[in-house]
């Protein structure tokens, strides 16, 4: 069983700085994309970013030039470095990682994390 643990939330003011992290269970499998994902309370879960093995990014329009998702591939590790937070970015930040099954991947989530920017 693959187990992803996010950790880095919490609340922060507007125009601050924030650092996530993921770390999957998944030693010895084969780690494609990864990513995070953010849910706000009545909306539907949306794509923040994500990087792929190769470490090709992409992000959500809203967080161009402000989020930047890397990832150290030894650790089986995703972060997501958050600045110039505002409140409308205040969510539960999921964390995925699609691990290699054979002919395709398995999607695995983390338990998200709370972000909060006031204003």
């Known amino acids: 069983q693959v187990q992803l643990v996010e950790s880095g939330g919490g609340l922060v003011q507007a125009g601050g700085s924030l650092r996530l992290s993921c770390t999957t269970s998944?030693?010895?499998?084969?780690?494609?994309?990864m990513g995070w994902y953010r849910q706000a309370p009545g909306k539907q879960r949306e794509l923040v970013a994500s990087i792929t093995s190769a470490s090709s990014t992409n992000y959500a329009d809203s967080v161009k030039g402000r989020f930047t998702i890397s990832r150290d591939n030894a650790k089986n590790t995703v972060y997501l470095q958050m600045n110039s937070l505002k409140p409308e970015d205040t969510a539960v930040y999921y964390c995925n990682a699609d691990v290699r099954r054979g002919l395709w991947d398995d999607r695995y989530w983390g338990q998200g994390t709370q972000v909060t920017v006031s204003s």
């Open positions: 998944a030693s010895g499998l084969r780690i494609n994309a």
